[in-house]
Structure formats: structure tokens, C-alpha cells
């Protein structure tokens, strides 16, 4: 039987249930705003809410603060995965690769059909920067290790099961519309993470991986995935 949530599982899984319960109202509310207000803002306030948290418990997260920092190989590794995952990311959108459709798909543009480019800005960085660290903490950090072993503190990354990997991953699919891209993520930052015992790299991955896809977005115009 698993004891309950310790302070260091509360300070990796509170930023990361905030976040999706602001997602989830934002879905929920009209799209046209309520009482005068543009509920798109709302993603700006998950963003200075949930960054708080992340701040606040900063030095809490010793995997990101006691860590050495990737190396330039490291790096350049975690480069090419996240350019890899942003390509397949396009590109596995057939409708069998899709659970549903997403609930709260963010429209950055005017009734003129131009493009609001605060609005892009905080999405981008808030994709780009926050979610990064804010999901590594949660799925790997936390979810992986945990299913390995209640204390996941003491849980070595690179002694990681195949069980833990194959459970996160799949919870981390769910929590997706795209579920086949969702599955390849998945194994592609929890591999990196495996491979240099380091979550500053797939933090790197996952970064790039976003900010490349947000720039695809905004140049397509494809807003549907974001």
C-alpha cells in the first residue's frame, strides 16, 4: 500500500494539476468571452500562477538545481530529439491517431482574422519555457519514478523498469489528443532522461519540441495544435 503524497510528490504534482484545471475552464467558458473579458487571457493567468509555484518551490526540485547541466553532447542530443518529435508531432494526424478533438484549442486572432501577437507570445512562451519543466517535473520526475517506487526521491532514472516507463507513458498519451505522437514523446524524453540520469535534458527537448512547434503553428496557422 502507497503512503500518501510526500512534500516532494506535492511540489511537483500541484503546478501541474493547476495548470490542467485552468485549461479545462478555459475550454469550458464561452468562446466570445465573459462579461466583456477575452477568456484567452485566462492562459496568461495559468502562466503567472503556475510559474509563481515553480519559483517558490525552485530550490525544492534538487534534480534541476544540484544536477550538473547537460553537456554540449547532451545538448545537441536533446536538440535532435526535440526537432524529431516536433516533425512526427505534424505529421502523425491521421484520425486513427486521434483521441477526440482538444477542448480548449487557443485562436489567437481578432474577428478580422489578424493575428494577436501578445496573445501569440504569452502562448509561445508559455509552451516553450513553462510547460517543459513544468510537465518533466510531473511525468518524469515524479510519475515515473513514483510507479517505480513510492519514494520515488531515492529512485536512480537510469534504474528506472519497464513497467514504470510503459504506465507514465501511457497516462502521458491520455492526457493527449494526438495519442500515437503522444506515445513517441513520451518515450523519446523518457529515453533521454534514462539514457543521461539528467532531466535538464528532456526539459531541453521538450522545450524545443514546443517553441518549434509554436512557430509552426503561428506561420501555418494551424490552431488546432495549440
Known amino acids: 500500500m502507497r503512503q500518501p503524497f510526500s512534500r516532494a510528490a506535492l511540489v511537483r504534482v ?3 494539476v493547476l495548470f ?3 485549461l479545462a475552464l478555459s475550454g469550458a467558458l464561452p468562446a466570445d468571452g465573459v462579461g466583456g473579458i477575452d477568456t484567452r487571457w485566462l492562459y496568461g493567468a495559468s502562466v503567472l500562477l503556475v510559474g509563481g509555484l515553480l519559483v517558490a518551490w525552485w530550490r525544492e526540485y534538487g ?3 544540484a544536477q550538473r547541466w547537460p553537456t554540449w553532447r547532451e545538448a545537441v542530443l536533446a536538440v535532435i530529439v526535440g ?3 516536433f516533425y512526427l508531432w505534424t505529421v502523425l494526424d491521421e484520425p486513427w491517431m486521434r483521441l477526440g478533438e482538444a477542448t480548449a484549442a487557443f485562436r489567437p486572432v481578432d474577428i478580422q ?3 494577436m501577437w501578445p496573445l501569440v507570445a504569452v502562448r509561445w512562451l508559455g509552451a516553450a519555457l513553462l510547460v517543459p519543466v513544468m510537465e518533466e517535473l510531473f511525468w518524469r520526475s515524479f510519475l515515473m519514478r513514483w510507479i517505480e517506487r513510492a519514494q520515488f ?3 536512480d532514472p537510469q534504474r528506472v523498469g519497464l513497467k514504470a516507463v510503459v504506465l507514465s507513458t501511457f497516462v502521458f498519451m491520455l492526457a493527449h489528443t494526438l495519442w500515437l505522437a503522444a506515445v513517441v514523446a513520451g518515450l523519446a524524453f523518457v529515453w ?3 539514457r543521461t540520469g539528467k532531466l535538464w535534458v528532456p526539459i531541453v527537448a521538450h522545450a524545443v519540441t514546443n517553441g518549434s512547434l509554436g512557430a509552426w503553428v503561428v506561420f501555418t496557422g494551424n490552431w488546432g495544435y495549440w
Open 14 to 16: 500541484t503546478p501541474f
Open 20 to 22: 490542467i484545471a485552468l
Open 63 to 65: 534534480e534541476l538545481v
Open 83 to 85: 526537432l524529431s518529435v
Open 113 to 115: 482574422g489578424n493575428v
Open 153 to 155: 526521491e531515492t529512485v
Open 192 to 194: 533521454l532522461y534514462i
